[in-house]
């Protein structure tokens, strides 16, 4: 491991300073690394976020999609993404449970979806909780956009580490869906930020209770309506149209 922190420093080191520009994809990180330099890097840098293209969400029926499988009245929450080390669906998991314990009306009305590809202790564990979770396997990148724009709420899960500056990607993509988001992620970080900024809810990955009541909100408030609440300005300037405006300025 000192190897290999060695090396990435030694590569980043001569990145940075043989770069005439440096593209970060949030202010945080942008900060983050600066500050190991001087100010000569401070001037050559600049932060643009991920971006989604709208024209990749056209609904393609020849796409294979559960939503088809369920009553109509069924809301779908799902995660598109991998889970490992910490950040895995143990406390989700519980929250569904109670809820079925305690609210088993709403229980009956409401499916949770995993995608994307798991390694096999991930995969034994979904397969214990098939009754609360249902798992697809992987998809292609095409099939994520597909299934995120006929979703009634989208799930970001993340490990339990608080002030993180990572902005996933994923989290772009479902933007582009226009999706109400519950984040089970740290409270202080660039993913809660965001998620907050969309107009979505962020709740502790280790307070069940917090996801337990949020799921059931989210249900309560969107199920009537099957809309988005979601902050459409600053959902637009995640576009492609907009980001890549702010990239030709950096570059030209």
């Known amino acids: 491991m000192g190897l290999e922190r060695y090396l990435n420093k030694k590569i980043e080191n001569e990145v940075i300073n043989n770069s005439d520009k440096i593209i970060y994809t949030s202010e945080e990180t942008r900060k983050l690394v600066n500050k190991k330099y001087d100010f000569s890097v401070d001037t050559k840098s600049y932060s643009i976020p991920h971006c989604f293209d709208k024209n990749l969400y056209v609904f393609n029926r020849t796409i294979y999609d559960t939503k088809n499988s369920y009553p109509e009245d069924v809301f779908i929450f799902r995660y598109i993404g991998k889970f490992y080390g910490r950040r895995n669906p143990n406390t989700l998991s519980k929250a569904i449970k109670k809820i079925k314990k305690n609210r088993p009306e709403i229980f009956k009305k409401i499916v949770f979806e995993v995608?994307?590809?798991?390694?096999?202790?991930?995969k034994f564990k979904l397969f214990i909780l098939k009754d609360l979770i249902k798992y697809f396997g992987p998809i292609s990148y095409l099939s994520s956009l597909n299934l995120m724009k006929t979703s009634d709420c989208l799930l970001i899960i993340d490990a339990p580490f608080s002030n993180s500056v990572f902005f996933p990607s994923k989290l772009v993509d479902y933007m582009g869906a226009n999706k109400f988001v519950l984040g089970i992620t740290p409270l202080k970080g660039t993913a809660s930020d965001i998620i907050k900024e969309m107009?979505?809810?962020?709740?502790?990955?280790?307070?069940?209770?917090?996801?337990?009541?949020?799921?059931?909100?989210?249900?309560?408030?969107?199920?009537?309506?099957?809309?988005?609440?979601n902050n459409e300005s600053y959902l637009n300037i995640h576009s492609s149209v907009d980001v890549s405006k702010k990239l030709y300025k950096i570059l030209f």
């Open 115 to 122: 995608y994307g590809q798991q390694n096999l202790y991930i």
């Open 199 to 229: 107009g979505g809810i962020v709740v502790d990955p280790n307070n069940i209770e917090a996801i337990y009541n949020s799921i059931i909100k989210i249900y309560n408030n969107l199920n009537k309506k099957k809309g988005s609440k």
